[in-house]
């Protein structure tokens, strides 16, 4: 089993930053890749990024390309999204997650291959 605790978000002006940080804890040494994703009122989960938890690659959705990054602190499991250039319309519920699946295509690999989740983060940017 993989706990995940979720820590950041909250509330800035469009144009800020903020960041959310995701621990992990258990067996978190059975952790192949960590996701971001967000889910707003009444639109579906967007997969925001995408990090393999061994060699640190990364993935970003077009959206938030040049404005986030992620990265992870293998001794202290955990895994970050620093969020920049912050726009109304990133705000949503971020969410981590982790699998121990491994695909080729690893930056695509399915939701439903998420096995653990964090309780969500409330990002909110006004405008």
């Known amino acids: 089993q993989v706990q995940l605790v979720e820590s950041g978000g909250g509330l800035v002006q469009a144009g800020g930053s903020l960041r959310l940080s995701c621990a992990a804890s258990?067996?978190?040494?059975?952790?192949?890749?960590m996701g971001w994703f967000r889910q707003a009122p009444g639109k579906e989960r967007e997969r925001v990024a995408t990090?393999?938890?061994?060699?640190?690659?990364?993935f970003y959705a077009d959206s938030v390309k040049g404005r986030f990054t992620t990265s992870r602190d293998n001794v202290k499991n955990t895994v970050y999204l620093q969020m920049n250039s912050l726009k109304p319309e990133d705000t949503a519920v971020y969410s981590c997650?982790?699998?121990?699946?491994?695909?080729?295509?690893?930056?695509?690999?399915?939701?439903?291959?998420?096995?653990?989740w964090g309780q969500g983060a409330q990002v909110t940017v006004s405008s």
């Open positions: 258990g067996r978190s040494s059975s952790i192949t890749i």
């Open positions: 990090i393999t938890w061994g060699g640190g690659s990364t």
């Open positions: 997650a982790a699998t121990t699946s491994y695909r080729s295509v690893w930056q695509l690999i399915p939701v439903a291959l998420y096995t653990y």
